[in-house]
């Protein structure tokens, strides 16, 4: 086992570990609106590598409502379509309080999350306290123009923590993005559960007083 330090800086990732989240919803969403099937609007948000392009940020959200008006012969309104689109998520209450635990620990929390802008524009109009409200920095892949688990995203998400990668601790649902963060220098595990994750970080030193 690798040696454990209390980190200077945590990360956590967003999705299905703060909040969860079903795309299902979203397509529902656009298809109340516009009188599609769900199932024709999750083609066109799944298709031509459309979710990995629109993460990345190669894809801004106004040229997929060019393309979806365009290939649907809808004229939904940008906003309307991104609302929908965006409204996908649940906050995981058993997050509150070891997110509280970390702030009372006083160790700087952040996010480093693959997402859209109408995905995060939905958390923040949500007025969830924690978002960003206590946490920041939010390394966002639609605005670094990089998803996990490209080392990119890593690195940028180091300097805006501002500490050395190895005093970084992360947690991600996702084994290969844990991994990257490793390779990264950072001190990583998957998360199963706020349970766990109070465990890990109790190991670390980090006084999680509940």
């Known amino acids: 086992m690798h040696d454990l330090r209390r980190p200077s800086f945590i990360y956590l ?16 969403n656009i298809a109340a609106l516009t009188g599609l099937s769900a199932a024709d609007v999750e083609q066109f948000f799944t298709s031509r590598d459309r979710p990995q392009q629109i993460e990345s940020g190669q894809l801004p959200w106004h040229e997929v409502h060019a393309a979806f008006v365009s290939e649907t012969g809808i004229d939904l309104e940008p906003d309307a ?20 635990a970390i702030e009372r620990a006083r160790v700087p929390l952040g996010i480093l999350s693959n997402t859209c802008d109408p995905h995060w524009q939905h958390l ?31 690195q940028a998400a180091t300097q805006q923590a501002g500490v050395a990668p190895e005093s ?6 996702i084994p290969a993005h844990v991994e990257a963060a490793r390779s990264a220098g950072w ?9 766990d994750l109070l465990k890990h970080l109790s190991a670390r030193g980090v006084r999680m007083s509940l």
Do not use: N
């Open 124 to 154: 923040l109009r949500c007025r969830y306290g924690i978002l960003p409200g206590g946490i920041g920095p939010c390394v966002l892949s639609y605005e670094v123009g990089v998803m996990k688990p490209d080392a990119r995203i890593y």
């Open 81 to 100: 379509l991104a609302r929908a689109a965006g409204d996908i998520f649940t906050l995981r209450a058993e997050m509150l309080p070891v997110i509280a």
């Open 13 to 28: 990732d967003l999705g299905r570990v703060v909040v969860d989240f079903d795309h299902g919803r979203g397509w529902r």
């Open 187 to 195: 001190d990583a595990e998957v998360f199963v559960g706020a349970q």
């Open 168 to 173: 970084i601790f992360f947690c991600d649902d």
